[in-house]
């Protein structure tokens, strides 16, 4: 069984392993990397990868602009998913469940 404090370090360091692929590329390379590359890749881009009407509405707000500093996509204010919004408040409620249940294993 993991201490709450090893399940917290998974978590945290599972969430930032994005950060390593970048190196080289521009703010927006990355994002492009991220998202509309894996939908044209999974034959999904008619639904998602980019936001444009008729496609899937998940997405997530900044409080940064990624552009500018690729850091940003860490702001995280809030999430839509499958059409609900989910704050800042609730991620981290989502978050110390995932914490707790790792740390229970």
Do not use: C
């Amino acid at each position: 069984m993991k201490n709450r404090a090893q399940a917290e370090r998974q978590v945290d360091e599972q969430s930032h392993q994005g950060y390593d692929f970048i190196a080289g590329l521009t703010p927006f390379e990355a994002l492009v990397t991220t998202t509309r590359n894996p939908a044209i890749f999974l034959g999904r881009f008619q639904e998602a990868g980019t936001v444009a009407p008729g496609k899937v509405a998940d997405l997530v707000l900044l409080d940064g602009n990624p552009l500018k500093d690729i850091a940003n996509t860490r702001k995280i204010s809030g999430v839509v998913l499958r059409g609900r919004w989910l704050d800042h408040p609730q991620l981290e409620k989502i978050e110390q469940e995932v914490v707790a249940h790792f740390a229970a294993e």
